[in-house]
């Protein structure tokens, strides 16, 4: 990862510190504003009170922090950037909203393995709470606040790990779901801000010459990957529909309706953001032949836009991880002292302060582990995630025969053992099935022998 400081003049720093500080700002007015309320339910969902113009605000911005990764598929592949990670998500952010939103309300839950507690039962709730808390740890979000502290100081990403999530420790653990609610909505400002300008500056500035050198792949859906692996990351995106971040913001809105409108206009802002990261990219791969995948989208925007944007556009890179890191931080934390602790526990600041801790800490371990290698995390993690909980959710949520308690945590459990047994052994390699296809036919089959039998396993 190369050092962009040399791009960078004093009018770039003070844009990018005044944005910066507006956040901080923010939060502490938010924090200062907030009713004198303790709680349980204040404390981790704001008192169900999120607002539409907020609910849009921080779900998108949440959404988005893998930006690193997204930026590295669309220079290497073009548009095919759009497909695994736009298309397939959009379709499932629409069926949460028009088909899950409304199954979900009448429980009134605070969490996911809350509802899915209330749903099948105790031992459900403990072992979704587990597989949330995997799915959760923010090791894509902690390997690119590092990569961006790397380009800009004299660190290595690892160092970088450790100083930005410390950073971020700061104001998500003490100011509960509201302060993580506020810098999101500054930080929706200038991530979306910042990545639509870049595409419209490109197109005014260079015109559409630049892309016409690019190879044809970069102008096909599927580019040069198959179609059981594209479709391997739609089976991904349907994790959305079992993500305690997009249930969280759900149970935090003021109305059903509220969160119906505020998940469909999201969705054309993700779009919108989409499509400008994905020309942007191929921009930089034009003009940029030699970069590197992995940061020549960030080079790219360094070298073309003018004094003063550089900053801003670098505020808006790290709102985006920061936007999200931050959420998972908040809501692994709550998993672990609300969902996994005994109930005298329950809800108690101080399990919840030491429980952030674990998390980041772990967070940092990890990041380390993949060695900055985010589509590998996202692969492993969101596989392992989609596979186990997935097919028991949706099958509860939309069969007549709810499953009982012990098919739910026989179905997960099979399931990811099956998605470890197949990665690891060397069975994927061989014939060549993704370990989410096995993991997902092993919870559909149980589920489909309970019911078939009439039996409660």
Do not use: C
Not at 428 to 433: A, F, I, L, P, Y
């Amino acid at each position: 990862m190369q050092n962009f400081s040399h791009h960078f003049n004093q009018l770039d720093w003070f844009v990018f510190l005044l944005l910066t500080g507006l956040t901080v700002a923010v939060v502490l007015l938010a924090q200062a504003r907030a009713p004198k309320d303790n709680s349980t339910l204040e404390h981790l969902l704001m008192g169900r009170r999120l607002t539409l113009p907020l609910f849009i605000a921080t779900l998108v911005s949440t959404w988005y922090g893998g930006i690193f990764g997204v930026a590295s598929i669309a220079f290497d592949s073009g548009i095919y950037n759009f497909v695994p990670q736009g298309v397939f998500w959009y379709a499932s952010y629409l069926i949460f909203a028009f088909f899950i939103l409304h199954r979900i309300s009448k429980y009134k839950a605070v969490t996911l393995p809350d509802l899915i507690g209330k749903m099948y039962g105790p031992k459900s709730e403990k072992l979704s709470a587990i597989f949330n808390i995997l799915n959760l740890v923010p090791v894509v979000y902690a390997i690119s606040i590092g990569m961006i502290i790397q380009m800009f100081f004299p660190v290595t990403v690892n160092e970088g790990i450790l100083i930005g999530v410390g950073f971020t420790l700061l104001y998500a653990m003490f100011g509960g779901f509201r302060a993580v609610v506020y810098s999101d909505l500054v930080q929706f400002f200038v991530m979306f801000s910042s990545v639509v300008i870049l595409a419209i500056f490109s197109f005014m500035f260079f015109g559409i010459k630049p892309l016409q050198t690019l190879p044809d792949h970069y102008f096909s859906p599927l580019g040069k990957h198959g179609i059981l692996e594209t479709v391997a990351w739609g089976m991904i995106a349907l994790s959305t529909l079992v993500d305690p971040n997009f249930y969280q913001r759900a149970f935090a809105a003021n109305s059903e309706k509220t969160a119906k409108a505020g998940i469909i206009f999201a969705t054309i802002i993700w779009m919108i953001f989409d499509l400008s990261l994905t020309f942007g990219a191929m921009y930089a791969k034009a003009l940029l032949p030699l970069a590197q995948a992995s940061d020549g989208y960030f080079e790219y925007a360094f070298k073309v836009l003018p004094q003063g944007m550089r900053g801003f556009f670098l505020a808006g890179i790290v709102a985006t991880v920061l936007s999200t890191l931050d959420s998972y931080l908040f809501l692994s934390g709550t998993t672990m002292a609300y969902d996994l602790a005994p109930k005298k526990y329950r809800g108690k600041l101080w399990l919840h302060y030491l429980s952030f801790l674990f998390i980041a800490s772990v967070a940092i371990i990890m990041a380390t582990v993949f060695e900055g290698n985010i589509k590998a995390v996202w692969k492993t993690l969101g596989s392992l995630s989609a596979a186990s909980l997935l097919i028991p959710v949706l099958y509860g949520h939309l069969s007549k025969t709810r499953p009982s308690d012990n098919t739910f945590v026989l179905a997960a459990g099979l399931s990811a053992v099956s998605v470890f047994t197949w990665r690891l052994s060397g069975l994927k390699d061989w014939s060549g099935v993704d370990e989410l296809y096995i993991g997902m036919f092993v919870s559909l089959s149980v589920l489909f022998v309970a019911n078939n039998k009439r039996v409660q396993i």
